[in-house]
């Protein structure tokens, strides 16, 4: 006899406790048989995959009938997902849709191809270029009417000095836009604004917004997004938003900051058509502001005397730039 029948403390035979772990072992195979023959599936070629299998493929057959779903309903009662919302899921929402139709869909117009992928998209003749803006766009548009007009590409220059998208009481341009395109139906829009801008916009309630707040910058933002809007005529024409080059007035760059910054918002949702033009790249790489960069090997004066202008030489070096990216969406 056995210390343990000799307490009076033995319960169970062994036969009793083999039948035991024998029952524990169907209930599991019943309830995990098709996660067994899930990892199986995952097991490279061997003996470990077969051996998974064997045990899997009877444990799924078992969990497919009614006891095993009951079994998982039972033990769903367990499981931390009981409080998630199935009207949440990835796959509730389909495919192009949007969770709940609370967040705007991210459609392929968000991404440039050009880099996503080494390899360019098929390129379509440039024959029509406008080049537009405020005073920044001067002299670009002439200095890219030069290069371009011996090319046979019309080229229209059409700038509206002193006017801004913050500040609407010399041109709106949102009509503005809408009108020029209206006028020349443009392949491609170049646009350099940016000089004059800070001014209070009115905001959702009528009240005027100072700059240069989140809410001022949104503002901002959705008046560019109108402008690009049109200047993209649907899926007609590619847009090449220049930014505006850091200013020497510490007042100034913090605007020329949230202007930038602004457009960038707006033109996310078509950043296949829209191309932001980064100016400081080439006039500000370090953030500092100078009158002078590197050009041909020597240090050479690019911008005006009112430290916000481009000068001659200074829209030259642009132009090589900005017609390197135009070159990557069209032939001339």
Not at 3 to 19: C, I, K, N, P, Y
Not at 106 to 134: H, I, K, M, N, W
Not at 200 to 209: A, E, H, N
């Amino acid at each position: 006899m056995s210390r343990f029948d000799r307490e009076g403390v033995r319960h169970f035979t062994a036969r009793q406790s083999v039948l035991a772990v024998a029952i524990v072992a169907a209930i599991l195979l019943v309830l995990s048989g098709g996660s067994i023959l899930s990892a199986a599936d995952e097991e490279k070629p061997g003996v470990e995959k077969d051996l998974l299998h064997a045990i899997g493929k009877p444990g799924s057959t078992l969990a497919d009938n009614p006891l095993g779903k009951a079994s998982s309903k039972l033990t769903s009662k367990l499981s931390p997902d009981e409080k998630l919302d199935p009207g949440q899921s990835f796959s509730a929402a389909g495919p192009g849709t949007v969770t709940a139709g609370q967040i705007p869909p991210v459609t392929p117009s968000y991404f440039d191809p050009v880099e996503l992928d080494d390899r360019a998209p098929p390129r379509q003749p440039l024959e029509s270029l406008l080049v537009t803006g405020d005073s920044l766009s001067q002299p670009l548009d002439a200095e890219l009417a030069r290069r371009l007009t011996p090319e046979g590409i019309d080229v229209t220059r059409d700038a509206h000095v002193g006017t801004g998208i913050s500040n609407a009481s010399l041109a709106d341009w949102g009509q503005l836009s809408a009108a020029q395109v209206e006028e020349h139906h443009p392949d491609a829009v170049v646009v350099f604004i940016g000089a004059n801008e800070g001014y209070p916009m009115p905001g959702p309630d009528g009240k005027d917004v100072a700059c240069c707040s989140p809410e001022w910058a949104a503002i901002y933002a959705n008046r560019a997004r109108q402008v690009i809007t049109n200047y993209r005529q649907g899926e007609k024409a590619k847009v090449y938003w220049l930014t505006v080059p850091l200013p020497r007035d510490p007042a100034r760059q913090r605007i020329a900051s949230v202007v930038n910054q602004a457009v960038a918002v707006a033109a996310q949702p078509w950043r296949s058509q829209v191309r932001i033009i980064d100016t400081d790249e080439y006039f500000a790489p370090d953030g500092k502001y100078s009158d002078s960069i590197p050009v041909d090997g020597e240090e050479q004066i690019v911008r005006e005397s009112d430290g916000i202008h481009l000068n001659d030489l200074g829209s030259s070096v642009l132009a090589d730039h900005l017609l390197d990216r135009i070159d990557l969406d069209f032939t001339r």
